[in-house]
């Protein structure tokens, strides 16, 4: 078993900082040791040096949509090039979603996003499942999926006719999920009144870009946010609202969580940092910024960070969902509502949030929790991911704090034609990158021998939070 040592670096965790080597053996870290007894330890067939740098667990992206038929066309990253692309941001673990097809079974969703992840993913995986139809049998899948690993699953209050499923639907969801110890990921909306909203805006000649926000108020998300709380509240089960982004949608999470309930929720970096007036610019360009929820004006963003600050929000995911302007954002050219909803973001996660570390807007520590440490927990993956201690898969970034890059779709590696951060300099960046104790990334390279098909199926445990 090949043995390595990442000497002197600052092991950053969700609690702790402090100086260490690191020994890994194998895939699993099998040591932490202070750096002054390393002669007595003997060995490492590999050193890597990481004096002035963080050692950080491997980032988890909890929400992504590699390969995802949606919006008339699909995302333009799948697992093979999606994973690259996270690795070389510092992400080792995405969770995906997996979509239960409309009136068919969970299982047929479940083979259908395995054979996309098998032979191609280079990081490891897991998986949600998308529920569409949560009749008798579907409900009896739950639990087979929940066997199988696929311990949450998203139910969505928008998207009429695609996903939307009534409340009768989601009670009967939620008690099945609290039957087995599964969590229910919400997509948090009032989508069957934001769709009368969206018809009325075409029907006045509003068609630009900016319209997608214009036609999904905050109070939209509020009041779905408030709404799968309550259902939650009466089916007595935790909810995690996904991808939230709005100020008041956050009150309705806080005064949940006030009141002792387990409502969580994450964030999504396009809401901390991007705004309403980029789905704003001109010619087209603010196509590249339409995602659902829409982005927020700016004055949301601190009350976001407040949430980040206060545990109100628990998790920061990309819910990376690429498409290309050329042939597919481009499809609602004259028509907002047909461009495809999703923004890419899975390789720029860590980089933006660093730049929060800088500016004091998060703690180096909440850094590591909300990109890592929390969705391990919330997801059936800690101990094994989402920390850096013994007994772990030895998932490490090994973060150069001081190493400047250019955000650029040029550089990046997620498959798409756009950056939303282009030219944004960032400082602090991946060094290296470890997935399972093999040195995947150096210096922005991949260096691991094989690339496809080396990231396994996680099973997830059941929400441990
Ligand atoms: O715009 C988004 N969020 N696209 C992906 C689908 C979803 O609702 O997460
Ligand atoms: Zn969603
Ligand atoms: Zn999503």
New binding site residues.
């Given amino acids: 078993m090949t043995r390595k040592l990442i000497k002197d670096g600052t092991v950053l965790t969700a609690s702790d900082t402090f100086v260490a080597d690191v020994w890994i053996e194998g895939s699993k870290i099998v040591a932490l040791t202070d750096p002054s007894q390393r002669a007595a330890l003997g060995k490492a067939d590999v050193e890597l040096d990481a004096k002035g740098k963080y050692i950080i667990p491997g980032g988890i992206d909890a929400?992504t949509?590699m390969d995802l038929p949606f919006g008339g066309t699909t995302s333009s990253d799948d697992f093979d090039t999606g994973t690259v692309a996270a690795a070389h941001g510092g992400t080792t673990t995405i969770i995906d979603?997996a979509i239960q097809p409309r009136g068919e079974s969970m299982r047929k969703g479940l083979d259908t996003w395995h054979a996309k992840a098998e032979g191609k993913a280079a990081i490891d995986y897991g998986f949600h499942m998308i529920a569409t139809d949560l009749r008798a049998t579907a409900l009896d899948e739950m639990g087979a999926m929940v066997r199988e690993g696929v311990t949450s699953f998203k139910l969505f209050m928008a998207y009429p006719g695609v996903f939307l499923l009534d409340d009768e639907s989601i009670m009967r969801g939620m008690l099945r999920a609290g039957e087995l110890g599964a969590l229910i990921c919400m997509h948090a909306e009032a989508g069957l009144a934001i769709d009368v909203l969206v018809q009325r805006a075409l029907a006045d000649g509003n068609r630009a870009p900016v319209w997608h926000a214009l036609s999904r108020p905050e109070v939209a998300e509020a009041t779905g946010t408030e709404r799968a709380i309550a259902l939650a509240e009466m089916a007595k089960v935790p909810v995690y609202i996904?991808?939230l982004s709005a100020q008041r949608a956050l009150e309705r999470v806080m005064e949940a969580r006030d009141r002792g309930l387990p409502a969580y929720a994450e964030t999504c970096p396009q809401y901390l940092f991007c705004s309403e007036d980029d789905l704003r610019r001109e010619e087209f360009e603010g196509a590249k910024f339409v995602c659902t929820p829409p982005l927020r004006p700016k004055h949301h963003h601190e009350h976001l960070w407040r949430g980040l600050n206060n545990y109100d929000l628990q998790v920061v995911s990309t819910?990376h969902?690429p498409f290309c302007i050329k042939g597919q954002k481009e499809l609602g050219r004259g028509d907002f509502s047909k461009i495809p909803n999703g923004m890419p973001g899975v390789e720029t996660r860590l980089h933006l949030l660093w730049e929060a570390v800088r500016e004091g807007k998060i703690t180096k520590n909440r850094f590591v929790e909300i990109t890592s440490t929390a969705p391990a927990k919330i997801f059936g993956l800690y101990g094994k991911k989402g920390t850096v201690a013994v007994g772990a898969d030895a998932d490490l970034v090994i973060w150069d704090p001081e190493r400047e890059k250019v955000l650029s779709a040029e550089t990046l590696h997620m498959r798409v034609d756009y950056s939303p951060f282009e030219g944004k300099k960032v400082i602090g960046t991946p060094a290296a990158v470890l997935s399972r104790g093999e040195l995947v990334v150096q210096d922005d390279k991949w260096v691991a021998s094989q690339k496809q098909g080396r990231g396994q199926f996680l099973r997830r445990g059941t929400f441990g939070l």
């Fill in positions: 929400h949509h979603f996904v991808h819910d969902c």
